[in-house]
């Protein structure tokens, strides 16, 4: 990840720009990912979870427009 100071640009504001492109390209939460090994059942069993609350979440949302 890079980024350019441009010219008069204060550190600090730089600085915050830098932390904002890093979050929104994902990098921090991939580390924290990665951090420790998660065996693949584990991993399948938080992928399933993840889409179960996301199908909730769906049937949430079309109840409350109907």
Do not use: C, W
């Amino acid at each position: 990840m890079q980024y350019t100071l441009r010219d008069n640009e204060e550190l600090d504001r730089a600085l915050r720009k830098f932390r904002r492109k890093v979050q929104r390209a994902g990098i921090f939460r991939d580390i924290k990912k990665h951090r420790f090994y998660e065996k693949p059942s584990e991993a399948r069993r938080r992928k399933m979870k993840a889409a179960e609350r996301r199908r909730r979440r769906r049937r949430r949302r079309q109840k409350a427009r109907a």
